[in-house]
């Protein structure tokens, strides 16, 4: 039991590291589309959960900047705005529609197509959403603890004596529940706040 309860500790730790892309690592100067797949790639192949699974790949970029997700290049040529546009859109992906994040970055798109990158500081942005991150997966460690004791503490005494897979399901089920939650507030707060009323 203790050897199985280490491991779901170590894939929790694992979890927890904050592996994001620093914005002094973001380069400065304007990048090509097979510049931009490889930095996220090599920035950000560690997130993979299959080796086959691409991180960002041309079609993506295409398709986001078709969508209006994001800004078009310039002489097809991708500045550090489309890179934190692109590393936001990766991270929102992986929980809301795109039509959600379309909805959600129009505003940001708007301004920095009218005022430019002068009078949006999209570098404040991220480094703020990358700090509040960190901040967020140190405490999920801890409140982890917390759920598993939870649910040890309300399994009968016949599921104790093994590391059984109801308390595994018991673990899935009461992730998904917060997802679920964390999920639909962020899509009532887009619908509310950022899709222009019908």
């Known amino acids: 039991m203790k050897l199985e309860e280490d491991k779901l500790f170590s894939l929790v730790e694992e979890i927890s590291k904050c592996n994001e892309i620093d914005i002094r690592d973001i380069p400065c100067i304007d990048l090509y589309m097979d ?4 930095f996220f790639d090599e920035k950000l192949g560690h997130l993979k959960r299959d080796e ?6 041309k079609t993506m970029i295409n398709n986001y900047t078709k969508d209006k997700v994001l800004i078009p290049p310039k002489s097809k040529k991708y500045s550090k705005e489309h890179m934190i546009l692109l590393i936001l859109i990766y991270n929102l992906k992986q929980i809301l529609s795109i039509n959600d994040i379309k909805s959600l970055l129009k505003p940001l798109l708007k301004d920095l197509e009218v005022n430019g990158h002068e009078n949006i500081s999209l570098d404040h942005l991220y480094s703020t959403f990358i700090g509040i991150k960190t901040e967020e997966l140190d405490s999920f460690n801890k409140d982890f603890e917390n759920r598993l004791k939870r649910i040890k503490d309300n399994l009968s005494e ?6 059984s897979k109801h308390e595994l399901l018991l673990v899935v089920l009461t992730l998904i529940s ?3 939650a964390q999920k639909r507030l962020a899509e009532k707060i887009i619908d509310s706040y950022f899709k222009q009323s019908k």
Do not use: G, M, R
């Not at 086959?52 to 790949?57: G, M, S, V, Y």
């Open 35 to 38: 510049q931009i797949t490889t």
């Open 52 to 57: 086959k699974d691409p991180i960002l790949t």
């Open 158 to 163: 016949k599921n104790k004596h093994e590391y």
């Open 178 to 180: 917060q997802a679920y």
